[in-house]
């Protein structure tokens, strides 16, 4: 059975304060790994898709990398506004996400 | 602009009184889903549509029915919605077709069971 876990579950960051998140996946076949960011009360909205190890992923302050166990979502320097749920999901036969990790950045 | 739109945002149903929930897209997508997504939890695959063949996930309650007239309107139905019903609802679209896509999603629709 496909299987996506995030960690940590919580992550309260400084303003400028990059780190990572992490999704570790056992999965089939994989399709493709997709990263979501969901702000409370809302449905996720798309961030990156990455399809093989090595693939790499940037927009603005986030980048995504993979590996054939894992990805990364790495936030550089991050703003109050990045706060957010971010969700993992990878794509075997259907679609499993992660519980994601709540991201609190402070000013 | 091309979106997903779900209505109404915020449904309140009575413990076992039917309650639609319906889903939109220009997208011009393929294939809709609906998923369930309690709290703090992950999204849950309820079923899917790929144009106009249903798929049900085999953990899918009886209780969960969907409707799909036209490419552009999916519709999820709950027969006898019990307390455990209640969660954020997501409408997904997605192209379909050869090679991997991902998923857009609606706003949600917050049902409530009193």
């Known amino acids: 059975e496909d299987q996506v876990t995030q960690s940590p579950e919580a992550l309260r960051l400084q303003e400028g304060e990059s780190s990572s998140l992490n999704c570790s996946y056992t999965?089939?076949?994989?399709?493709?790994l997709f990263w979501y960011r969901q702000d409370p009360g809302k449905g996720p909205e798309f961030l990156f898709t990455?399809?093989?190890a090595g693939e790499e992923k940037e927009k603005e302050r986030l980048k995504a990398t993979l590996t054939k166990k894992e990805s990364f979502l790495h936030i550089t320097a991050p703003k109050p506004e990045d706060s957010a749920t971010y969700l993992c999901?990878?794509?075997?036969?259907?679609?499993?996400f992660g519980a994601g990790t709540i991201l609190r950045v402070k000013s | 602009d091309a979106m997903v739109i779900q209505n109404p945002r915020y449904q309140v149903t009575q413990f076992g009184k039917p309650v639609t929930l319906s889903c939109s897209q220009t997208?011009?997508?393929?294939?809709m889903y609906w998923y369930q997504q309690k709290s703090s939890q992950a999204p849950k695959l309820l079923f899917h549509?790929?144009?106009?063949?249903?798929?049900n996930e085999a953990d899918t309650p009886d209780n969960f029915q969907s409707r799909r007239p036209n490419t552009s309107f999916c519709f999820l139905d709950i027969r006898s919605p019990g307390l455990g019903d209640a969660a954020m609802y997501l409408c997904?679209?997605?192209?379909?077709?050869?090679?991997?896509?991902?998923?857009?999603f609606g706003p949600g629709t917050r049902l409530t069971v009193t």
């Open positions: 997208l011009n997508h393929n294939v």
């Open positions: 549509y790929y144009d106009k063949d249903f798929n």
């Open positions: 999901a990878v794509d075997g036969n259907k679609l499993v």
């Open positions: 990455l399809y093989s």
């Open positions: 999965v089939s076949g994989l399709r493709g």
């Open positions: 997904a679209t997605s192209r379909g077709g050869q090679g991997n896509h991902e998923q857009y």
